[in-house]
T-cell receptor, first 113, second 115 residues
Framework: GESVGLHLPTLSVQEGDNSIINCAYS??????FIWYKQESGKGPQFIID?????DKRQGQRVTVLLNKTVKHLSLQIAATQPGDSAVYFC????????????FGQGTELSVKP | GAVVSQHPSWVICKSGTSVKIECRSL??????MFWYRQFPKQSLMLMAT?????????EQGVEKDKFLINHASLTLSTLTVTSAHPEDSSFYIC???????????FGPGTRLLVL
């Protein structure tokens, strides 16, 4: 069935390095994508979003890239810090679904000091 | 901002009892709220969409008589787990969306443990 999935369930990086978290989606009709960060025992926290009419969007230390040709989404975190350790989820809004989001399986990012 | 709160943050109850969880949007009005359930090491599973002033829309496989949702105001939605059983133990998370908005803002979650 349709889903949003992640290539890597776990990612370990050294503090200060850049992190790249990937996500694949299957529905070409999806028009809005969001990355969330979830720390242990907490609710997801909005990081950054991107619409399907864009290829790239930058925030503070984060960049989201969207490749509609291969239905791929990535989150890049620059100069990763220990506080970035969390599970990261991508989510897609398929449109005409009442605003429902479909979540990927999540990637656990571990930052080594 | 877009702050969403949940109460309680955690609850332990005996099997067979009912538990009510509140979700509030603190600094904006939310015509639509969503309820999710999350098991350990898993993703969020949408349970239902809560619309202010109307009946909730439940996802396939979610029992509407077991998970009662009420969205009586633009800032409050409640989820009641009726006759809770140990298999209902989970992390319940709500989200809220501004009118005409797409981004969902999440609450801190409620951990339910049914003994």
């Amino acid at each position: 069935g349709e889903s949003v999935g992640l290539h890597l369930p776990t990612l370990s990086v050294q503090e200060g390095d850049n992190s790249i978290i990937n996500c694949a989606y299957s529905n070409s009709a999806s028009d809005y994508f969001i990355w969330y960060k979830q720390e242990s025992g907490k609710g997801p926290q909005f990081i950054i979003d991107i619409r399907s009419n864009m290829d790239k969007r930058q925030g503070q230390r984060v960049t989201v890239l969207l490749n509609k040709t291969v239905k791929h989404l990535s989150l890049q975190i620059a100069a990763t810090q220990p506080g970035d350790s969390a599970v990261y989820f991508c989510a897609e809004n398929k449109g005409n679904q009442g605003g429902k989001l479909i979540f990927g399986q999540g990637t656990e990012l571990s930052v080594k000091p | 901002g877009a702050v969403v709160s949940q109460h309680p943050s955690w609850v332990i109850c005996k099997s067979g009892t009912s538990v009510k969880i509140e979700c509030r949007s603190l600094d904006f009005q939310a015509t639509t709220m969503f309820w999710y359930r999350q098991f350990p090491k898993q993703s969020l599973m949408l349970m239902a969409t809560s619309n202010e002033g109307s009946k909730a829309t439940y996802e396939q496989g979610v029992e509407k008589d077991k998970f009662l949702i009420n969205h009586a105001s633009l800032t409050l939605s409640t989820l009641t787990v009726t006759s809770a059983h140990p298999e209902d133990s989970s992390f319940y998370i709500c989200s809220a969306r501004r009118p005409n908005g797409e981004t969902q803002y999440f609450g801190p979650g409620t951990r339910l443990l049914v003994l």
